[in-house]
């Protein structure tokens, strides 16, 4: 069965590093999205993605995210300087276009960032 | 704003019994909800949804779920818990609309005891 997959599953970083998270969805899809779950809160949305561009963004989202679609396959979560409370979970999903009408979001098994 | 409420930490059920995981939301229009699952250590996996049609959905692993619309609830079911259920539970919501971001719960442990 096709499966979301991350990498790494655990980094760790000083404050003020760049980090790049790197997800790879499912072959088929055409949604993308990050979410992240700091220890012991809610999942939270931070951005999805369809057709090479963002489409919505919570506000969580700022300036120090980014999110990019290098090639076919692989789907990047950037935080340019990184700040202590960056540090959770974060977990890659994707979906199939609407015209399938199948809706639900398949999530990866999430990168640990510690930042430190 | 959309929300989803889960109003129990942890529910602990017998092995055998039946179980029930409650959640209550909030949308503007018309709900798509889901049901996730998280074990240790892993992703959350996709249960189950109601996104029109029969209010009573079936899922993975024996898991079902009934949609309520005057009680804004979306509970979790199943008749006979297994030790293996044991796990985190997601509830989440969306509305029909363009927006896609799934709001969650703040999701409730199952024990099941053998």
């Known amino acids: 069965e096709p499966e979301v997959t991350q990498t790494p599953s655990h980094q760790v970083t000083q404050m003020g590093q760049e980090v790049i998270l790197r997800c790879v969805p499912i072959?088929?899809?055409?949604?993308f999205y990050w979410y992240r779950q700091i220890l012991g809160q809610k999942v939270e949305f931070l951005v999805s993605f369809y057709n090479n561009e963002i489409s919505e963004k919570s506000e969580i989202f700022d300036d120090q995210f980014s999110v990019e679609r290098p090639d076919g396959s692989n789907f990047t979560l950037k935080i340019r300087s990184t700040k202590l409370e960056d540090s959770a979970m974060y977990f890659c999903a994707s979906s199939a276009s609407g015209i399938s009408r199948t809706y639900e979001q398949y999530f990866g098994p999430g990168t640990r960032l510690t930042v430190t | 704003a959309q929300s989803v409420a889960q109003p129990e930490d942890q529910v602990n059920v017998a092995e055998g019994n039946p179980l029930t995981v409650k959640c209550t939301y909030s949308?503007?229009?018309?709900?798509?909800l889901f049901w996730y699952v998280q074990y240790p250590n892993r992703g959350l996996q996709f249960l189950l949804k109601y996104i029109t049609g029969d209010n009573l959905v079936k899922g993975s692993y024996g898991f079902e779920a009934e949609f309520n619309k005057s009680q804004t609830s979306f509970h979790l079911k199943k008749p006979s818990a297994l030790v293996s259920d044991s796990a985190l539970y997601f509830c989440?919501?969306?509305?029909?609309?363009?927006?896609?971001?799934?709001?969650f719960g703040s999701g409730t442990r199952l024990q099941v005891q053998p």
């Open positions: 072959s088929n899809h055409l949604y």
């Open positions: 949308v503007s229009g018309n709900p798509y």
């Open positions: 989440a919501v969306r509305d029909e609309g363009g927006r896609r971001a799934l709001t």
